[in-house]
């Protein structure tokens, strides 16, 4: 059984980092393609950045120049680096795996002044 577990979320100021992990535990998890969804009260969830085929990235445009997505594969892990953090970037933030079939169970990322 495959378990998903997210950590690094928590409350930043406007201008600030936070790094997100993303683990999974179990075999047979494939980090072909992985991302991180994120969804803001009252909307609707949107992707935020994704690795398919391995190699292939994508960033939504709002967060293009400020947050990377990374991972290793030794350590069945993801990670979504965020810099200059802006308030519009709070949201619950998931993790997804095995290209949409595995989800974490998603964590806090709060900016505010």
């Known amino acids: 059984q495959v378990h998903i577990v997210e950590s690094g979320g928590g409350s930043v100021q406007p201008g600030g980092s936070l790094r997100l992990s993303c683990t999974a535990s179990?075999?047979?998890?494939?980090?072909?393609?992985v991302g991180w969804y994120r969804q803001a009260p009252g909307k609707q969830r949107e992707l935020v950045a994704d690795?398919?085929?391995?190699?292939?990235?994508y960033y939504a445009e709002s967060v293009e120049g400020r947050f990377t997505i990374s991972k290793d594969d030794a350590k069945n892990t993801v990670y979504l680096q965020m810099n200059d953090l802006q308030a519009e970037d709070t949201a619950v933030y998931y993790c997804t795996m095995g290209g949409g079939v595995y989800w974490g169970q998603g964590i806090q990322v709060t900016v505010t002044s």
């Open positions: 690795v398919i085929r391995g190699d292939f990235i």
């Open positions: 179990g075999s047979g998890v494939s980090l072909r393609a």
